[in-house]
């Protein structure tokens, strides 16, 4: 009898204090539920024999560890919570004659109770979603639908190990704190007031610091290869700063507030600021938190949208026709024949090349350094290079739609570019000097940038055209002689014979006959004596952007959800921990005088006052990351800023509706809490 004892007791307890209970189970089975899911698509047998499934596989297999990471530390929060909420309960219990031992019972009985119905039903509930994931996930990755469903018992036995070490770890943190301090102890930790706070003054200067300088790299990082490096220490700077200026920055906003006689001597404003004053202390790290999750959610929905949405630009940035040539040390005869050839099969089949670029060049990354061009030299040149196509200017005249000179001479360049131009009317490649004879941009020129390089906006592009393949042979000899011949970047070619990088792409505008064509192609490279080269097909590429771009959507989608509900749960506790708090101050206040109608009022301006504070300030967050993430982007060849800022517009939009409507409702809790 006694073990069903401290059972019903557990459960009259759970019923009892529902308010903070349901949201907290409601947490478990949806954090379940997510683990359960995305462990399960990792195991999914009908993901991995899907063209690309690896690579989904191996993005849910990360979800999984985020997940994983997310339930350690925010169960472990919010069961603290609880905790805390319940120690007047469990000091009465133990003054009534109940020993801690016993006390220690029912909290694993409600361990237990918590835990079964969270497993289980997020099991469940995990078994259902993952068949919808799996349909919106081929949805999105444009494959058939597939019926039936997959139950991974290696997926929930992973789940059963981690949430019951989670659990366990709760229930022995709650012991610990039961067990450190005495019946009169517990009762007055929920009754303790704080004294008024201290504005700290390095604080504040060490957070602005922190995200001064997590902003200043977001917007004075250049290259897309360096912002990759520093995102990750912009992101713990404003991390830091974030923590540092709610803790220092909201008390003395709401000093400043106090400080302001008119608006601070209103009954609604005078009653919101001096309470969260006094407890700013222990909010503030709510609110940060609120924040640095808003904020979260609002860069991983913008971006994984985008680069869905923006997967066709991606896919015409990387293979600008539908079949692509790259071949290496060939010469302009064999050029010539093979394109005759090629141009001779399509005719025979009725079909005719569009859209042609046919170029040959000699081509390798290089420093900029003032109006001078060098090799690089080592690892950390790689991240400063720009890349450098030297052509001849007669093969590049039906590339271009720009006015060309007739012709250059031999100590002459004329220069295109993409990014950053170079400046003075001389250019030195490697110790050779040119006299730029003319120099227009990519768009000035008409100049499609996808045919003439991948990786365009990774990189500042350089054409330099030359008078012929001599002063290439002299360009590649500089610079040979400046980093070693063994060391060359013109691996490419070799201009001294007239060997070079040979590029030659067209349209077909019949998919259909795409793959028989690129069969031909390749035999046809063979026979014209072109060993080093390979043909690309759009087609083949094309499910490969939407595997990757459609799994990162997936994945940031639900994780947004689950962060969202992180956010959620974190403000619904704070309106709840706030409500019993204040409840007695607002029911003496309410005795001498104040009305409901003066209670609503002080509510909204609390509200109004701070609340709001982590919604702005996660915007200001992605207003200034907005630069790196675009440099970041077009490491995935996305291009499209505008499509970028319309996705991030609208899902900052999205997000302020749904945070205010959750605050709402979230304020009508602890009204009628403090109105009990």
């Known amino acids: ?112 109770i918590v835990a079964a119905v969270g497993i289980a039903v997020g099991f469940g509930g995990g078994v259902l979603l993952t068949k919808l994931m799996y349909l919106f996930l081929l949805r999105l990755m444009d494959f058939p639908v597939q019926l039936g469903f997959y139950i991974s018992f290696s997926a929930l036995k992973s789940a059963v190990i981690l949430f019951g070490l989670i659990f366990l770890f709760t229930w022995l943190n709650a012991l610990r704190q039961i067990h450190l301090a005495s019946p009169v102890q517990l009762l007055q930790q929920q009754k303790a007031g704080e004294q008024e706070p201290k504005t700290k003054l390095l604080m504040a200067i060490l957070g602005v610091l922190c995200l001064g300088t997590g902003y200043y790299i977001s917007i004075t990082t250049e290259s897309p290869i360096t912002a990759l490096t520093l995102f990750f220490a912009a992101v713990i700077l404003v991390i830091i700063g974030t923590y540092l200026l709610f803790t220092a920055g909201s008390i003395a906003w709401l000093k400043f507030l106090r400080g302001r006689k008119r608006y601070y001597y209103k009954t609604r404003h005078f009653i919101s600021v001096s309470g969260m004053l006094y407890r700013m202390k222990q909010n503030a790290v709510g609110l940060a938190n609120i924040c640095i999750l808003s904020t979260m959610v609002l860069v991983m929905l913008s971006t994984t949208v985008a680069l869905y949405a923006g997967s066709e630009n991606m896919i015409h940035s990387r293979y600008p026709r539908e079949l692509m040539v790259y071949a290496n040390m060939v010469t302009e005869s064999q050029a010539d024949t093979y394109e005759e050839a090629v141009n001779q099969y399509l005719a025979e089949n009725g079909l005719s090349a569009q859209n042609v670029i046919s170029y040959r060049e000699m081509y390798g990354a290089m420093v900029r350094e003032g109006s001078n061009l060098r090799g690089p030299v080592g690892a950390q040149d790689m991240m400063v290079s720009a890349e450098a196509h030297f052509i001849r200017i007669d093969d590049f005249r039906q590339m271009t739609a720009g006015t060309l000179p007739e012709a250059l001479k031999a100590d002459q360049v004329f220069l295109l570019y993409r990014g950053n131009d170079i400046p003075g009317d001389t250019l030195g490649v490697s110790g050779l000097t040119f006299q730029i004879a003319g120099r227009m941009t990519f768009d000035e020129a008409g100049i499609d940038p996808a045919a003439l390089t991948d990786s365009y906006n990774v990189a500042d592009v350089y054409v330099i055209l030359a008078a012929d393949t001599g002063v290439l042979s002299q360009i590649e000899t500089a610079v040979d002689q400046e980093i070693g011949v063994e060391d060359s970047i013109f691996y490419n ?177 602890y009204y009628r809490i403090v109105s009990e």
């Open 1 to 112: 009898m006694r073990r069903f004892f401290y059972f019903r007791l557990a459960l009259q307890n759970i019923r009892n204090n529902k308010k903070t209970y349901i949201p907290y189970i409601l947490t478990v089975i949806g954090t379940v539920l997510m683990y359960y899911s995305f462990q399960c698509m990792a195991d999914n047998p009908g993901i991995q024999d899907l063209r690309g499934g690896t690579v989904v596989a191996m993005i849910m297999g990360l979800g999984t560890f985020v997940i994983a990471l997310f339930a350690v530390i925010f169960l472990f929060y919010t069961n603290s919570f609880l905790i805390k909420q319940r120690k007047k309960e469990f000091a009465l219990f133990n003054i009534l004659g109940m020993e801690k031992r016993h006390l220690g019972r029912i909290l694993l009985w409600e361990t237990l």
């Open 493 to 669: 070619c070799d201009p001294a014979l007239d060997q070079l990088r040979y590029v030659y792409g067209f349209d077909l505008g019949d998919e259909a006959q795409v793959k028989a064509v690129q069969e031909q192609m390749s035999l046809l490279l063979t026979e014209t004596g072109i060993p080093q080269g390979g043909i690309e097909n759009r087609y083949d590429n094309t499910a490969s952007y939407y595997e990757m771009n459609g799994g990162l959507l997936f994945l940031g989608v639900f994780l947004a959800l689950l962060f969202v509900m992180a956010a959620v749960l974190i403000m619904y506790y704070k309106q709840i921990s706030e409500g019993y708090d204040d409840r007695e101050r607002y029911q003496i206040m309410q005795k001498v005088g104040l009305s409901r109608q003066e209670v609503r009022a002080s509510i909204r301006s609390q509200v109004l006052s701070v609340f709001y504070l982590p919604l702005i300030t996660a915007v200001i967050h992605v207003a200034f990351a907005f630069p790196i993430i675009v440099r970041l982007i077009a490491l995935f060849n996305l291009n499209d800023v505008g499509l970028f800022l319309m996705t991030t517009v609208i899902t900052v939009l999205v997000f302020a509706v749904l945070y205010a409507m959750v605050y709402a409702m979230t304020a009508k809790v």
